[in-house]
């Protein structure tokens, strides 16, 4: 090992500053520990930061809080004079209650709550390379412009989303579905000073096909947006867009990703100005917060001591070691453009089901854990559980999981996951251990 590399030791590593990564911290430091978050890019948020206004669906299955980090978040915003966010119904069929906030203040609240609990945020440096040892991390080398620096912790959690840091120390993934397609990627964006009254006045068709329609056929917008998906932002006057999506990319390859994302951003602009030429109330309209790329959905499922699948989420079962609540439908978007759209309810009507924390856990490296979209589960039962709230609190039992694997020295397989149900319950969190939402 080069000896000018700087040595950081510290007792939990969490990798990927979004939703998840950023509750899994936040969550170890609360039970004690120090905590080094990692981020690849200059700003935390994950997809909050990648699709900026991104709506916080699923927090509410069955119109009742999930509880735990998430319901700390949105209350911030809630309680803020003036208020920074919204409780709304989706515009669309089947999924429920979402929250629609500032983004600019969201993330700065998100900033706050990491400073409180004493996390130290590492932004801009990337895993280079893991030191695996029989089955244990002993080390991450992280790189930035500046400095090579070698990270050791009693425990990591990989928080990624594409499972950087468990793919290189050897866990096995699937990519996609099982030919392989993965979701496709949007690209976000508003439009400011629209009249709301007149967009919105027909609230029959939510995704203003008729719009699409007119657009495809006159030859102004692309014909992969046959469905145009848009909403009231939280702000007077602002409509936040998740229309242009870019089908058959590969989101673990940058070339890919940035040629989607060009491709993408074309199709934004001719969106926004058929929709100034051509739709009441968007006559002095502006686009606005594009997003840098197109916001990654689906890239490895890494395996876990369980697999969720399709079969268990469909019986709104409730596991054990569930650690969250879901009745998110499945959204599965773009795996391909012959069949962009596959949305319906998951759980039955009424019903809601639980991830559980074993899918949350490798089945060998023995101070890993992993939470968020590289979650152990088949690709129908995914397009389900990606939610970001239900991505929140995730993240929040591996970080009381980890805390309990350091405190009580043992594998992250040995932990016991009754104490991560029992502290999660005393945190807030509902619809686990028994007791319904």
């Not at 430091?29 to 994950?46: F, H």
């Not at 629609?100 to 440096?125: C, F, Q, R, S, W």
């Not at 009254?197 to 027909?202: M, R, Y």
């Amino acid at each position: 090992m080069n000896e000018n590399i700087k040595i950081y030791d510290t007792d939990l590593l969490v990798f990927g500053a979004g939703p998840s990564g950023i509750a899994a911290a936040i969550a170890a430091a609360k039970e004690g520990q120090e905590t080094y978050l990692i981020e690849i890019n200059n700003k935390i948020g994950g997809v909050m930061a990648s699709s900026p206004g991104m709506m916080l669906g699923a927090g509410y299955p069955m119109k009742k809080s999930i509880g735990g980090f998430f319901e700390d978040f949105v209350q911030r915003m809630y309680n803020h004079r003036p208020p920074l966010a919204q409780r709304r119904l989706c515009s669309l069929e089947n999924f429920g209650e979402e929250v629609v906030y500032d983004p600019d203040y969201a993330t700065t609240i998100l900033y706050e709550m990491l400073e409180e609990a004493g996390v130290k945020l590492l932004l801009n440096h990337i895993a280079s390379k893991v030191l695996l040892e029989n089955h244990i991390i002993k080390g991450v080398e992280v790189v930035n412009s500046q400095r090579t620096i070698l990270l050791r912790a009693k425990t990591y959690i990989d928080c990624t989303g594409d499972g950087d840091i468990a793919n290189m120390a050897g866990v096995p993934s699937q990519l996609g579905d099982e030919k392989g397609r993965m979701m496709g990627a949007s690209l976000t964006f508003f439009m400011e000073k629209v009249d709301w009254q007149n967009a919105f006045k027909d609230s029959s068709d939510p995704y203003f096909t008729s719009y699409a329609k007119e657009g495809i056929r006159e030859g102004k917008i692309h014909k992969s947006l046959a469905q145009i998906y848009m909403v009231k932002g939280f702000r007077e006057g602002s409509v936040y867009f998740n229309t242009v999506t870019v089908a058959d990319l590969d989101g673990l390859e940058i070339d890919s990703i940035v040629e989607a994302s060009n491709i993408a951003r074309k199709r934004v602009y001719e969106l926004g100005e058929f929709f100034q030429s051509k739709v009441a109330g968007f006559e002095k309209s502006y686009i606005s917060n594009i997003g840098p790329l197109v916001g990654i959905r689906e890239t490895r499922k890494l395996e876990g001591m369980h697999t969720l699948t399709y079969q268990e989420i469909s019986q709104g079962k409730k596991f054990k070691d569930g650690i969250v609540a879901c009745d998110n439908p499945l959204d599965e978007v773009f795996r391909h453009e012959k069949n962009p759209f596959n949305s319906h309810l998951a759980a039955l009507e009424g019903d809601y089901y639980t991830i559980p924390f074993r899918s949350l856990i490798p089945k060998e490296v023995k101070n890993l854990l992993f939470a968020g979209r590289n979650i152990s589960a088949d690709a129908k039962a995914f397009s389900s559980v990606r939610g970001m709230p239900q991505c929140m609190i995730m993240g929040q039992s591996v970080g009381i999981g980890a805390s309990i694997a350091n405190q009580e020295e043992i594998p992250v397989q040995k932990i016991d996951s009754k104490k991560v149900v029992k502290r999660l319950v005393e945190l807030g969190v509902r619809g686990i251990g028994g007791e319904k939402l």
